[in-house]
């Protein structure tokens, strides 16, 4: 883990919303694996305050990706950051994804902002039985991976208002998948909530290993201040876990998705 | 001419302490989250996360949101209780050279006196540091600290049953807080540390919902310095015995201020989320201070404010 000045090397918009962030740290590209976090101080001075967490989204010889969707102050502010400038880095952070057997064919799921993690987990281990399914509220949400990482493997989309791919959630695509052959596969997710919690309930149904990326807000990232609470499934005895030091992973049967 | 090093040793009642740089409890975990990037030996001490007999789950999240200036945090004191402290952190801690303040908290006033004996004798713990700010079960969840009374019983609760240094961190959600430093200080207390965070909400208009799962939380960081620095200005003048100064320290800056209307020493907390070498980064800054203005010990800025 390090926090470095990093150098901004490009700042550009892939969809609307969301922008990709390359920053220069042969440190932090070095060391980052899927899943892992950085955590990012997006201005000094006093506001915004707190540092920002971002999933690694790739990694590029010396630089790392970062995705971000503009939704507050923070998001904002970094559209408006040049290359060249400097920004303080955290990172990386927590744990990364965790990957089976090869006999494992794996089940990417992302839905919006989150397939970052899932871009990096399938890029790092060059998996060619690694199939990406992709949810989108529209057409033009839809973040296209070879933008980000310049690979051309398929994957499949779905939107919410059917106006590109599958017309409905991303775990239809799933459900689709897992009905032609449940055996040998890992399921990895990443997105908004209920789909996260759709996707535990279905793989866990079917005995299939499943591991989720979760968001929280964050204040230190390092485990030192407790802020990032995610409540444990009954079975754990824990009570919570914390999203940025026992996370940002976490096998869904740990997780308590009544809660969630 | 050779220039000194301006001396930072500072000196809270039998407490001696390299310089007056504290990591705050909550904010620096238990010190080992943070020794890949902050030299431990370097800080003039290290106040650990708030302790109880029992492990504590803490609250539901969401337990932190950042508002302007600051962020407010309902943790509920989550922490891995004494038995695992013992065991787990305090012999990684004790390789470290810096004092290690224990900050410890009880729901029951005879709780407080419990783990104070537990740690009784147990080496490698500097001095006590008493949270007084939790909710007190037999008063209806009303903090301890929020009373004069009941916060002296707690006091008297821990002293009597403890070798250490007793450093009793007050709340700043009272009437006067003069009163309750007052009252502490008779109870036996060592020393002060002020000011805890203040009480605040924050609420998501489109959800009609508070931000925090707890509803309400404590306030921290710049935004309550000012409220922070003129409780200390007023505590500081009012009881003889060491003040700690603590509420939205950022910079070297700030800490000096504290510094000058009377404390001893500082804790920083929330600016090490924001940058995790603040605190180093506030040592140095003393030092060139001081070397700067010809100061050549830090008690020489404690208590200079001119007015």
Redesign the interface.
Known sequence: ?F?LLNEIVSNQPVTHDTWLMALRSAEIARAAKPGQFVMI?VKPG??????RPFSICGVKGDLFLVLYRVVGKGTSLMTQLRQGERL?V?GPLGKSFAVPGKSFSRLLVGGGIGIAPLLFLREFHGEKKAALMMGFRSAKDIISPQRITGEDRSFVVATDDGTKGHHGPVTDLLEERLRENAGDVAVYACGPKPMLKKVAERTMALRIPCQVSLE?????G??????????AAASSA???FSVC?EGPIFEAEDIDWE?I | MALTQPDLTTQIGPLSLRNPVIAAS????YGL??E??VDLNLLGALVV?GLSLKPM??????????T????L?A?GL?NIGLEAFLRDKLPRLRTYTTPIIVNLYGHRTEEYGELASELRGVEGIAALEVNISCPNVECGGMAFGIDPVTSARVTEAVVRNTDKPVIVKLSPNVTDIKTVAKAVEGAGAHALSLINTLTGMAIDVETRRPKLANVFGGLS??AIKPIALYMVYQVARTVKIPVIGMGGI?DHKDAVEFLMVGARAVEIG?A??????TTLEVIEGIRAYCAEKGIRKIGEIVGSLRT
């Open positions: 883990m926090e101080r006093l506001d915004p305050l707190l540092r303080w955290l929280a807000h964050m204040a230190c390092l485990g030192a201040c407790q802020g990032c609470a995610v409540k824990r009570m919570y030091k809660m | 909550g904010t620096f975990g989250e943070l890949t990037l996360k789950p803490g609250n539901p999240p969401p337990r932190i949101v950042e302007p200036g600051g962020m945090n943790i989550a960081g710049p950022m929330t090490t989320f924001v940058n995790p070498r």
